[in-house]
């Protein structure tokens, strides 16, 4: 069956950097694109970014535009969303997400907590 | 760009039918018909329950339906049950590759 499952999220510094890896399995991993979404308390579900399953282009929201870099290794079954110049704001639980059609996300991994706090 | 409007909270009785609202803009839900509904339960990743404004994927009961008239979506879910006491969120295509969440629905089985 279809799994995603995330790792390398923890506590980091204001400013510091974190990377965050989606390893998938269960389906043919270089026919989808890839997306990242987070969650917090008080702003709900937020998308993040996406790549495309040919490995571009890379789409960002705008509130991590030029900070977090997405990218993948379709040998590897996997996709990484690179997190520089961190903040407050972006402490959430990250998702990867798998599409159906479009931007509808039938498959979820399980969540990775980044929390950014000195 | 702002997330889409949703009523913080709904409520039901079992048996009874109720509405969430997805409220956005011309540039967002009016604009095209890639409005999706999650549900989700507490420490858990959400789960697509409607897709394409009205589409069901396999597996999801025909009692959750989606619907969208102008800029607003919604999704009615009948005959409510206990197990459907969760939240819910909308999400909207809103052009340029980017994508906006409503800020969810907390939907209550009384």
């Known amino acids: 069956q279809v799994q995603l499952v995330e790792s390398g999220g923890g506590v980091v510094q204001p400013g510091g950097s974190l990377r965050l890896s989606c390893v998938a399995s269960?389906?043919?991993?270089?026919?989808?694109?890839i997306h990242w979404v987070r969650q917090t308390p008080a702003k709900g579900l937020e998308w993040v970014a996406s790549?495309?399953?040919?490995?571009?282009?890379?789409y960002y929201g705008d509130s991590v535009k030029g900070r977090f870099t997405i990218s993948r290794d379709n040998s590897k079954n996997t996709v990484n969303l690179q997190m520089d110049s961190l903040r407050g704001e972006d402490t959430a639980v990250y998702y990867c997400?798998?599409?159906?059609?479009?931007?509808?996300?039938?498959?979820w991994g399980q969540g990775t907590l980044v929390t950014v706090s000195s | 760009q702002s997330a889409l409007t949703q009523p913080p909270s709904a409520s039901g009785s079992p048996g009874q039918s109720v509405t969430i609202s997805c409220t956005g803009t011309?540039?967002?839900?009016?604009?095209?018909?890639?409005v999706s509904w999650y549900q989700q339960y507490p420490g858990k990743a959400p789960k697509l329950m409607i897709y394409?404004?009205?589409k069901r994927p396999s597996g999801v009961p025909d009692r959750f339906s989606g619907s969208k008239s102008g800029n607003t979506a919604s999704l009615t879910v009948s005959g409510l049950q206990a197990e459907d006491e969760a939240d819910y969120y909308c999400?909207?295509?809103?052009?340029?590759?980017?994508?906006?969440f409503g800020g969810g629905t907390k939907l209550t089985v009384l």
């Open positions: 999400s909207s295509y809103a052009g340029s590759n980017n994508l906006l």
């Open positions: 394409e404004v009205s």
């Open positions: 269960g389906f043919t991993f270089s026919n989808y694109d």
């Open positions: 011309s540039s967002d839900v009016g604009g095209y018909n890639y």
């Open positions: 997400a798998r599409p159906t059609s479009g931007w509808a996300f039938n498959h």
């Open positions: 790549i495309r399953f040919v490995g571009s282009p890379q």
